[in-house]
């Protein structure tokens, strides 16, 4: 875990908390609201044994914790249906962890260096607001996510003939690509919102359709226009 992430993040999560305390509007209905803020996604915790691996063992060429885990900086556009119902989209990105460092490199001793690349996260959500406090709003949001996109590499396999002899060699493009649905709760006020959730699916590139794959987060956002 990057300590320096977790810090920033921290101070910007409390920056947030500390801003909450003025009359939210209520004049939203057929409005967008944008707004921009970090969420830092803690280590995922899942069920393992080397029997729920997927075929393609995908697991094998990155950190599965640390590609999924740490800041991201999340953009939201959020239209009001009514006062009290929103849908949004997000879009999250983060410079990230692709493919880890390989020691073995065409069967000979090497390290080849950790791929790094700009990912992004996409979330088509609902939220709904319960006035329940004089000077904010509590929030349930539900959606869902389309996790690590550009996180495509390149995979290259021998081909092999019947005597067992490597006759060439095939390159297939893979990614980390998938789906999961994102669930959270918080506080809005007219300067912006916390809030906390989880990330959660049960069909990754990692394992097969049996092992649910958990994310959990927190963040905050600012709200930085209206239309």
């Known amino acids: 875990m990057n300590k320096n992430l977790f810090l920033l993040t ?10 909450v305390g003025q009359e939210n509007r209520i ?13 830092y996604r803690i280590t995922p915790f899942y069920k393992f044994s080397p029997t729920t691996r997927n075929a393609r063992n995908f697991s094998a060429y990155t ?16 239209y009001f249906i009514t006062k009290k119902l929103g849908l949004g989209f997000s879009n999250s990105f ?12 065409d069967g000979l001793s090497g390290v080849k260096e950790a791929d790094y690349k700009l990912l992004f996260d996409y979330n088509i959500y609902l939220t709904y607001y319960f006035k329940v406090f004089s ?17 495509e590499f390149s995979v290259k396999e021998p081909i092999v003939d019947q005597t067992g002899t490597i006759v060439g060699e095939i390159y297939t493009i893979a990614d980390f690509n998938y789906f999961a649905n994102r669930i959270s709760i918080g506080y809005k006020n007219k300067i912006g919102k916390i809030f906390l959730g989880i990330y959660t699916t049960q069909l990754t590139p990692y394992f097969d359709v049996n092992t649910r794959f ?10 930085i226009g209206k239309l």
């Open 94 to 105: 983060r410079y990230d962890l692709v493919i880890s460092e390989f020691t073995n490199i």
């Open 10 to 19: 921290t101070i910007l999560f409390f920056v947030c908390y500390c801003c």
């Open 27 to 39: 004049d939203r209905k057929g409005r967008f609201y944008f707004s921009l803020g970090p969420e």
């Open 214 to 223: 958990n994310v959990p987060f927190i963040g905050c956002s600012f709200d």
């Open 63 to 78: 950190n599965i914790d640390k590609q999924n885990s740490g800041t991201a900086v999340k953009l939201d556009i959020e």
């Open 135 to 151: 000077k904010g709003e509590f929030f349930v949001n539900a959606g869902v996510s389309l996790m690590n996109r550009n996180s």
